[in-house]
């Protein structure tokens, strides 16, 4: 197994070429016209956490940093969000060890004060055996019409640098993730 850590705009061919496979894996064309919270315009990552299995990319995790509003007080946060995992390497550790650097990443690279995911509820045991824990609060965005309330997926919290909140409102000053 390889970890690399790389921001979006320097993956190599090989990289890219690693990404579309495993996207078009995942998510074929039929389904990516179908898939659930389409409705909200989203960031794109700003950097990707890699694992490669040999020669074949099986996971991905993007990353971003944003400074948000937290209960009134304005920090500066990690996200995880364009998570892909192939399903034919599930229960290998790829995934976990994706997250596990992704979160070295955003606390000594990054230096973030917490990290912010959203994910399906089938998933929210796996990011709790990972130290993520549910964030019970509202969640505002920007879209093209403005700043809403954003109800796509599962919220969870990760500790970095500082204890993240579980509970109020966040405003990620931007879109989603």
């Not at 993956?11 to 389904?31: C, F, H, V």
């Not at 990516?32 to 315009?41: C, D, W």
């Not at 004060?113 to 609060?137: D, H, I, T």
Request: charged share 25%.
């Amino acid at each position: 197994m390889k970890i690399e850590f790389v921001a979006s705009d320097q993956l190599s061919e090989t990289q890219k070429e690693g990404l579309k496979r495993l996207r078009n894996t995942i998510y074929p064309d039929a389904m990516l016209t179908t898939t659930i919270n389409k409705q909200f315009v989203r960031a794109s990552p700003q950097w990707s956490v890699l694992v490669w299995d040999e020669d074949e990319l099986v996971s991905r995790v993007g990353l971003l940093k944003r400074e948000i509003m937290s209960n009134g007080e304005i920090k500066i946060i990690g996200g995880i969000g364009g998570m892909l995992a192939n399903l034919e390497s599930q229960n290998k550790g790829h995934t976990s060890e994706a997250m596990r650097e992704a979160a070295r990443v955003l606390n000594e690279e990054l230096k973030v004060s917490f990290a912010l995911l959203f994910c399906p509820s089938r998933s929210v045991e796996f990011y709790k055996r990972m130290n993520w824990k549910s964030f019970q609060g509202s969640i505002l965005v920007d879209q093209r019409k403005g700043k809403v309330e954003f109800t796509g997926n599962h919220p969870m919290v990760l500790d970095v640098r500082e204890t993240a909140p579980i509970e109020g409102s966040l405003d990620l000053n931007g879109y989603p993730w």
